[in-house]
């Protein structure tokens, strides 16, 4: 059985979610993975570019460090 839910994410991250062709069960792998019994969330699951947008995230978009990491995202791109 599924149940709608609506939550509140960082913008950045919904971007990127967005581009998932099922967001939903997207959304659900990785809570299943982050509710665990285990208990272990380990970074290294995490893609460069999810944490590069959380990252950028926790600036406003004009300041030197959302500039900086978007200019890492182009880099990382083009290689």
Do not use: H, W
């Not at 581009?19 to 460069?48: F, H, I, W």
Request: net charge positive.
């Amino acid at each position: 059985m599924k149940i709608a839910r609506t939550f509140t994410i960082d913008y950045n991250l919904a971007v990127t979610l967005q581009k998932k062709p099922n967001q939903s069960e997207t959304v659900s792998r990785a809570l299943r993975k982050y509710l665990s019994e285990d208990g272990v969330y380990d970074l290294t699951d995490v893609t460069t570019f999810s944490l590069i947008g959380v990252l950028q995230s926790r600036f406003d978009r004009d300041s030197a460090e959302a500039k900086l990491l978007s200019a890492l995202i182009a880099m990382c791109k083009q290689s």
